[in-house]
């Protein structure tokens, strides 16, 4: 136990001392979007502990109590400060429940396309010749068409293979995979121009003639030294995964109204808002403009810290 925490104690002690430590506290900019998405990662994933109410429990809505306004204004309730929805759902809970749906599908594409990405660009520097000819002209292809298209194209093809009770109980897995596949492309360049940089140096060399495996090379020895570049843009992506979501679910092909994201709720609100119950679109829009918002701040900082060339 003691070996332990002077472990955990040395590990903050050198992170102090790293320059990323000391150009986070430097920057307010880093700060204040990491509180910011602490918040909301922590409202989101712990929702049923902090939310007032539960939007999905039959027994606690009112249809009496639908379309309520915001808590300041004159026709408000003080238990519903967001004001709630046309089932009278608490428009705080709901956007919070929603978050957690997108944030989820964000994680899971970025993750997905990451591993796919740097496996097929580490691979391709690594190896050359044909395949790596192969690959780059597939992200070649790839990246001439925009994702947000990518995504509904492999939406659509789900919808035309499984019936359409079977792509409501997957919607969120085929979310994640269209999403996933169209933004693998950038990671694979990204790893492939720092694999063609790292194989050519001395130790890539010495474990070669010493007899290491390719395999164990690649992803032992090259693939932490090109992390930096790809976590940089892994966070910005992160964002744009989440405003893909959001986008997909707002022209229908996304998640169910059952389990609302983000992108749903928008859309479910967008129907009332020229009929004056504007909170009901405006308050899930801003929340998902501060989330991306914060996510875009954070990756730039990141950019900026790890990449010595941009230091002064």
């Known amino acids: 136990m003691l070996q332990v925490d002077k472990k955990i104690l040395d590990?903050?002690?050198?992170?102090?001392?790293s320059d990323i430590y000391f150009s986070f506290i430097k920057s307010p900019t880093a700060i204040v979007s990491s509180i910011i998405l602490l918040i909301i990662f922590f409202c989101s994933f712990f929702v049923e502990f902090v939310t007032p109410h539960n939007p999905f429990d039959p027994a606690s809505l009112s249809l009496m109590e639908a379309f309520t306004p915001p808590s300041w204004t004159e026709d408000g309730m003080a238990k519903f400060i967001l004001g709630t929805d046309g089932q009278g759902r608490d428009m705080l809970s709901t956007i919070l429940y929603g978050s957690r749906i997108s944030l989820i599908v964000g994680f899971s594409a970025i993750i997905f396309s990451l591993i796919l990405g740097v496996s097929l660009g580490l691979t391709a520097g690594y190896f050359g010749g044909k395949y790596e000819m192969i690959v780059m002209r597939l992200t070649d292809v790839q990246l001439t068409v925009p994702s947000i298209l990518m995504a509904l194209l492999v939406d659509g093809i789900a919808r035309g293979i499984i019936s359409r009770e079977m792509h409501d109980e997957m919607a969120i897995y085929v979310l994640i995979f269209a999403i996933?596949?169209?933004e693998w492309p950038q990671f694979a360049r990204v790893s492939r121009a720092a694999t063609l940089v790292e194989k050519n140096k001395d130790y890539v060399s010495a474990s070669s003639i010493i007899g290491v495996s390719n395999l164990l090379i690649m992803f032992k020895h090259i693939l932490p030294n090109i992390m930096r570049p790809v976590l940089v843009i892994g966070t910005i992506g992160l964002a744009l995964a989440i405003i893909a979501e959001s986008?997909?679910?707002?022209?229908?092909?996304?998640?169910?109204p059952t389990t609302p994201s983000l992108g749903t709720l928008i859309r479910l609100g967008n129907d009332f808002l020229f009929s004056g119950e504007w909170w009901i679109t405006f308050f899930p829009a801003i929340f998902l403009v501060i989330l991306a918002f914060s996510i875009n701040l954070l990756g730039d900082w990141m950019r900026d810290t790890l990449n010595p060339r941009l230091k002064k």
């Open 11 to 17: 590990s903050w002690e050198r992170l102090k001392d």
């Open 180 to 182: 996933g596949i169209s």
């Open 247 to 256: 986008t997909l679910s707002f022209l229908g092909v996304g998640v169910p």
